[in-house]
């Protein structure tokens, strides 16, 4: 136990000594913060008991939490964070130990969709846990009505522990004089409700974040395009290659495998490739796991897997 923490912190300590040795000006931009990588369901999986989890019970890998991404504004001292997963205590604490704001939780919490590792840590600023009080929580109307009219939710609510923000894709919200956040649509399961992606922007600078989404040629939107216009794009890498879930139908799941994108990615430049990080990695998937052949085949054609902790930089307007 302690050798993976030891590896988890390590992590946390490069990332920021990297990022408090960046000139004042750059120090003072507001920036992204990855809290999390794994699919849903987290890493380990629950009841796994294959090569790819007894990696993280020998002591070889450690534990990695459910895919989010913060943004930090350190001259406003403002934090939000993009999906409430069930690993939100960890990720509240990663969050307070990095960039510690005195006197309140978050300043907001963005919300994709109503699938289990995107909302459910909601409920940990209830009356049990936190008592939170008016936490303001975005997302389009029918992720709204979903908390408004289902239990437990709906006494978040009711007590005012959260205050629902509806928001409409592809209209912008201003959060402060140097930050916007947008939502657009993207095709996933939608059993409760639709999903949305993010798009964050600062000082001409830009970031896309779509943990979640069905295929890429069921979207109305050129990804190819949106890698060229963006500065940072936080993908959905939930599996490496099709048949990696062995005795289930894949197409029953949804997603844009690793090597589907990169065989769509191959042709932009380096620069561009570089632009990309996969995230939200199921368990199954063995670019989750440090220093895996996937990992390196990813690395080695000029993509990238988000790591905990690790920072990235948008810009100040002038």
Not at 42 to 59: A, I, M, R, S, T
Not at 175 to 182: A, F, I
Request: with cysteine; proline share 5%.
């Amino acid at each position: 136990m302690l050798f993976k923490q030891l590896i988890v912190y390590g992590i946390l300590f490069m990332a920021l000594t990297s990022f408090n040795s960046l000139p004042n000006k750059v120090a003072n931009s507001p920036y992204i913060m990855i809290l999390g990588y794994a699919q849903d369901a987290g890493y380990p999986h629950p009841g796994c008991n294959k090569e790819c989890c007894l990696q993280y019970y020998d002591g070889k890998e450690p534990k990695h939490y459910v895919s989010c991404i913060a943004l930090i504004d350190p001259v406003s001292h403002q934090r939000w964070m993009f999906d409430c997963t069930p690993d939100f205590p960890a990720q509240l604490h990663i969050l307070d130990t990095s960039y510690p704001v005195e006197g309140k939780i978050l300043d907001g919490i963005f919300l994709t969709h109503a699938h289990i590792g995107h909302y459910t840590g909601l409920m940990y600023l209830g009356r049990e846990s936190l008592s939170a009080k008016g936490i303001p929580v975005y997302g389009e109307q029918d992720m709204m009505d979903f908390l408004k009219n289902n239990g437990p939710w709906s006494q978040l609510v009711k007590l005012k522990n959260i205050d629902l923000q509806t928001i409409k894709c592809d209209t912008a919200i201003k959060l402060n004089d140097r930050v916007s956040v947008t939502a657009f649509s993207v095709p996933h399961r939608a059993e409760y409700t639709k999903a949305v992606g993010y798009k964050i922007a600062c000082g001409g600078k830009s970031a896309i974040f779509i943990p979640d989404i069905d295929k890429w040629n069921k979207w109305d939107r050129d990804i190819v395009q949106l890698v060229k216009e963006n500065d940072y794009l936080f993908l959905d890498g939930t599996f490496f290659k099709n048949g990696e879930i062995k005795g289930r139908d894949m197409s029953e799941i949804p997603h844009p495998f690793i090597e589907e994108s990169m065989e769509l990615f191959k042709n932009l430049s380096a620069k561009d490739k570089a632009k990309i990080h996969f995230i939200h990695l199921n368990h199954t998937n063995p670019a989750l796991l440090h220093g895996s052949n996937a990992r390196k085949e990813i690395e080695t054609e000029g993509f990238k897997v988000v790591v905990e902790g690790e920072r990235f930089e948008l810009g100040i307007k002038n």
